[in-house]
């Protein structure tokens, strides 16, 4: 059958081979070489029809023909203009596999016709109604494709203005990639162009444009990605913004969260979030900008690895001369005789640190050259019941998500980092901010104090690595500074020796008095994300972007093991005090536990939803604590994995944790710009 193209024809259907309309006489046949087969879509501008080209062995192609049904000067002649616009734009964009090929436009018997390739596939609308909400996975696939094709749209200085699901298509092909199709070109506005439409005039579709657009016809590349997000958004809830756009204007993207039916990845809630933005200047400004978001490992963060930093072990005091030899033999305790290690006590004023288990404690006993034994009393009491954490405080000076967080030795100060670029240290009893450092330009993503308390050392997505002295709030030093981001610092138990990692896949290992570079070690193929130290200073673990955990002697620089059995990204591991336990934290959204000397893996953890970003482990080594993106904070059994308690107080992603040496303050901080303290109830 042939179709006639008058559109007031009552009778269009014509048998094969006729020339002209048996009902009104229009030819049916139009530059003698398209031939109508039926209308596949119709508008108030005119109809769409499935046709052959009869010169290229009847080969499918589309025609438009602009038969506006619309009365006023005026509004006819933005009509004509909006329907040349759309030829010339798709010759403008070339031959790009994503969008139609203009095959011909011309005029004929008064009407203007465009002639397109053909797409045999179904536009994402259908697509929804009939196999219901899109998946995370699939609304990734679709952005990677959309971007692709919107980067070489805006290339092009064209911004389409009309971004629906309507006007996306997917190939019937079973090709993976390169099956979406972007069409209806007959909004877009050439970039240069005057932007301002007449007044009440209004171009886009109500729900998927931007306030810029539909309120003054002003449009950028970002009104597109305003459009972009709202489709996904569209797609991912079954949810018509059109219809929320009606009742609450444009304060709905504010609350999209709450009309989504499914989990959502933070990763994809923040590009969301940022896509939906109805200040243009807020958005991405540009479809470059989200493809980095989406392929750069380091936008899962936009914060730091999180650092577990270990207790110090304190600098025994000189005893006086005048001590009297009183060697020990042994010890009671609980019933229990343990023999001490033999010393040299010819020696004099020499110390030698033994550990001693007690109870599921370990002591640090120091002896003096004089033969005299010192019990040091436990830093923690191993019967802490960690499920009776509550929170004490919240701290809300920093500006900016909370990247990572230190508290000293001693207990008194906690320091900050933010992406707010500063360091704050505060008095960690009463939660008073005591100073703000800021000389980073830009985030800064990980802080450790020395043990001693009298070194902050900061590293920053700025390349720079800074040492503050903590009293004073003054600068130190800046170690030489890197070409890619310092994810992580942390400083070995004695003060010694400071070790950092970033993204140019490198560990760097410095003299911490002297600022000099002692090793670089290179093992890791993506950004190193996490580091840690055990309590003997003798192994650094390093954790990575991919997806490996490795063992380092940090003295020689040795690499000693090589942990595989994440997924993704890690963001964090931690050492137990007697070093023979790892526990690693990743955006697989596991938290995994390992024997540290055999690099066996003991257990997997999975409550949390989302990615885990932090990890620490309590000063008995008996439990261990964990952010998520999930907003909460899990306390576990680290010896049988079980879930004690969940804390739930922060209102956006948790991204670090810290606890104190007395093991009975947890401190937290968040994206909600938060840090939050933590401490057990009796």
Same mark, same amino acid.
């Given at each position: 059958?042939?179709?006639?193209?008058?559109?007031?024809?009552?009778?269009?259907?014509?048998?094969?081979?006729?020339?002209?309309?048996?009902?009104?006489?229009?030819?049916?046949?139009?530059?003698?070489?398209?031939?109508?087969?039926?209308?596949?879509?119709?508008?108030?501008?005119?109809?769409?029809?499935?046709?052959?080209?009869?010169?290229?062995?009847?080969?499918?192609?589309?025609?438009?023909?602009?038969?506006?049904?619309?009365?006023?000067?005026?509004?006819?002649?933005?009509?004509?203009?909006?329907?040349?616009?759309?030829?010339?734009?798709?010759?403008?964009?070339?031959?790009?596999?994503?969008?139609?090929?203009?095959?011909?436009?011309?005029?004929?018997?008064?009407?203007?016709?465009?002639?397109?390739?053909?797409?045999?596939?179904?536009?994402?609308?259908?697509?929804?109604?009939?196999?219901?909400?899109?998946?995370?996975?699939?609304?990734?696939?679709?952005?990677?494709?959309?971007?692709?094709?919107?980067?070489?749209?805006?290339?092009?200085?064209?911004?389409?203005?009309?971004?629906?699901?309507?006007?996306?298509?997917?190939?019937?092909?079973?090709?993976?990639?390169?099956?979406?199709?972007?069409?209806?070109?007959?909004?877009?506005?050439?970039?240069?162009?005057?932007?301002?439409?007449?007044?009440?005039?209004?171009?886009?579709?109500?729900?998927?444009?931007?306030?810029?657009?539909?309120?003054?016809?002003?449009?950028?590349?970002?009104?597109?990605?305003?459009?972009?997000?709202?489709?996904?958004?569209?797609?991912?809830?079954?949810?018509?913004?059109?219809?929320?756009?009606?009742?609450?204007?444009?304060?709905?993207?504010?609350?999209?969260?709450?009309?989504?039916?499914?989990?959502?990845?933070?990763?994809?809630?923040?590009?969301?979030?940022?896509?939906?933005?109805?200040?243009?200047?807020?958005?991405?400004?540009?479809?470059?900008?989200?493809?980095?978001?989406?392929?750069?490992?380091?936008?899962?963060?936009?914060?730091?690895?999180?650092?577990?930093?270990?207790?110090?072990?304190?600098?025994?005091?000189?005893?006086?001369?005048?001590?009297?030899?009183?060697?020990?033999?042994?010890?009671?305790?609980?019933?229990?005789?343990?023999?001490?290690?033999?010393?040299?006590?010819?020696?004099?004023?020499?110390?030698?640190?033994?550990?001693?288990?007690?109870?599921?404690?370990?002591?640090?006993?120091?002896?003096?050259?004089?033969?005299?034994?010192?019990?040091?009393?436990?830093?923690?009491?191993?019967?802490?019941?960690?499920?009776?954490?509550?929170?004490?405080?919240?701290?809300?000076?920093?500006?900016?998500?909370?990247?990572?967080?230190?508290?000293?030795?001693?207990?008194?100060?906690?320091?900050?980092?933010?992406?707010?670029?500063?360091?704050?240290?505060?008095?960690?009893?009463?939660?008073?901010?005591?100073?703000?450092?800021?000389?980073?330009?830009?985030?800064?993503?990980?802080?450790?104090?020395?043990?001693?308390?009298?070194?902050?050392?900061?590293?920053?997505?700025?390349?720079?690595?800074?040492?503050?002295?903590?009293?004073?709030?003054?600068?130190?030093?800046?170690?030489?500074?890197?070409?890619?981001?310092?994810?992580?610092?942390?400083?070995?138990?004695?003060?010694?020796?400071?070790?950092?990692?970033?993204?140019?896949?490198?560990?760097?290992?410095?003299?911490?008095?002297?600022?000099?570079?002692?090793?670089?070690?290179?093992?890791?193929?993506?950004?190193?994300?996490?580091?840690?130290?055990?309590?003997?200073?003798?192994? &650094?673990? @390093?954790? %990575?972007? =991919?997806? !490996? $955990?490795?063992?380092? +002697? *940090?003295?020689? /620089?040795?690499?000693?093991? #090589?942990?595989?059995?994440?997924?993704?990204?890690?963001?964090?591991?931690?050492?137990?005090?007697?070093?023979?336990? &790892?526990? @690693?934290? %990743?955006? =697989?959204? !596991? $938290?995994?536990?390992? +024997? *540290?000397?055999? /690099?066996?893996?003991?257990? #997997?953890?999975?409550?949390?939803?989302?990615?885990?970003?932090?990890?620490?482990?309590?000063?008995?080594?008996?439990? &261990?604590? @964990?952010? %998520?993106? =999930?907003? !909460? $904070?899990?306390?576990? +059994? *680290?010896?049988? /994995?079980?879930?004690?308690? #969940?804390?739930?107080?922060?209102?956006?992603?948790?991204?670090?944790?810290?606890?104190?040496?007395?093991?009975?303050? &947890?401190? @937290?901080? %968040?994206? =909600?710009? !938060?840090?939050?303290?933590?401490?057990?109830?009796?």
């Amino acid at each position: 059958m042939i179709c006639c193209l008058n559109s007031s024809c009552h009778n269009p259907p014509n048998p094969d081979g006729t020339e002209f309309c048996s009902n009104c006489g229009v030819p049916l046949v139009i530059l003698r070489h398209y031939r109508p087969i039926r209308v596949i879509g119709s508008g108030g501008f005119g109809k769409t029809y499935l046709a052959e080209d009869v010169e290229k062995f009847n080969e499918l192609c589309v025609i438009k023909q602009f038969a506006p049904q619309i009365q006023g000067t005026g509004a006819l002649q933005k009509a004509t203009e909006l329907f040349e616009q759309e030829a010339r734009r798709l010759q403008q964009l070339g031959e790009h596999p994503q969008i139609p090929t203009l095959l011909a436009y011309f005029e004929q018997e008064q009407r203007l016709y465009l002639v397109q390739q053909f797409i045999d596939g179904e536009n994402l609308l259908d697509e929804l109604q009939q196999q219901g909400t899109f998946n995370e996975q699939k609304i990734r696939e679709l952005l990677l494709e959309l971007l692709n094709i919107l980067t070489t749209v805006h290339q092009q200085k064209v911004i389409h203005r009309d971004i629906k699901p309507q006007n996306i298509l997917r190939r019937k092909s079973s090709a993976t990639k390169g099956n979406i199709i972007l069409i209806d070109f007959g909004a877009s506005k050439q970039l240069s162009e005057t932007v301002m439409t007449q007044q009440g005039t209004t171009i886009g579709s109500f729900g998927y444009a931007p306030l810029e657009q539909m309120q003054d016809g002003q449009v950028y590349p970002a009104s597109d990605l305003y459009s972009l997000g709202a489709t996904c958004f569209h797609l991912l809830t079954g949810v018509a913004p059109w219809e929320l756009w009606k009742q609450q204007g444009y304060s709905w993207v504010a609350n999209w969260r709450q009309h989504s039916q499914q989990l959502v990845s933070p990763q994809l809630a923040m590009m969301l979030d940022k896509l939906l933005q109805p200040n243009y200047e807020e958005r991405y400004q540009s479809a470059e900008a989200v493809l980095q978001d989406i392929n750069d490992v380091n936008f899962l963060l936009e914060m730091p690895a999180t650092v577990a930093h270990p207790r110090p072990v304190s600098t025994p005091p000189e005893l006086p001369p005048t001590a009297a030899y009183q060697p020990l033999i042994s010890i009671k305790r609980q019933e229990e005789i343990i023999s001490p290690t033999v010393v040299d006590l010819a020696k004099p004023k020499q110390y030698f640190k033994i550990p001693l288990l007690l109870s599921g404690a370990i002591l640090l006993l120091s002896l003096g050259g004089y033969g005299v034994w010192q019990i040091r009393k436990p830093l923690v009491d191993h019967t802490v019941a960690y499920e009776k954490l509550a929170l004490a405080n919240s701290l809300t000076a920093h500006t900016e998500w909370v990247n990572s967080l230190a508290i000293s030795a001693d207990g008194e100060t906690l320091v900050s980092g933010s992406a707010d670029k500063s360091i704050k240290s505060w008095n960690l009893k009463n939660g008073a901010l005591k100073t703000t450092l800021s000389l980073h330009s830009d985030v800064v993503n990980s802080v450790a104090i020395s043990p001693d308390g009298k070194t902050v050392v900061s590293g920053s997505k700025d390349g720079n690595i800074k040492m503050w002295n903590l009293p004073t709030g003054t600068l130190k030093a800046t170690l030489p500074r890197s070409e890619a981001r310092v994810n992580a610092v942390v400083i070995s138990p004695d003060g010694q020796t400071l070790v950092s990692a970033g993204g140019d896949n490198k560990i760097k290992i410095w003299n911490l008095q002297t600022g000099e570079l002692k090793h670089t070690l290179n093992g890791h193929n993506n950004s190193v994300m996490a580091l840690t130290i055990s309590s003997d200073g003798q192994t &650094l673990a @390093s954790g %990575s972007a =991919d997806s !490996t $955990i490795k063992i380092w +002697n *940090l003295q020689t /620089g040795d690499l000693k093991n #090589t942990l595989i059995g994440h997924k993704d990204v890690i963001f964090a591991v931690a050492i137990s005090p007697d070093g023979k336990t &790892l526990a @690693s934290g %990743s955006y =697989d959204r !596991t $938290i995994k536990i390992w +024997n *540290l000397p055999t /690099g066996e893996l003991k257990n #997997t953890l999975t409550e949390h939803r989302y990615a885990v970003s932090s990890v620490a482990i309590t000063p008995d080594g008996q439990t &261990l604590a @964990s952010g %998520s993106w =999930d907003n !909460t $904070i899990k306390i576990w +059994n *680290l010896q049988t /994995g079980s879930l004690k308690t #969940t804390l739930t107080g922060h209102s956006d992603l948790v991204y670090t944790v810290a606890i104190s040496s007395d093991g009975k303050t &947890l401190v @937290s901080g %968040s994206k =909600d710009k !938060t840090v939050k303290i933590w401490r057990i109830t009796e």
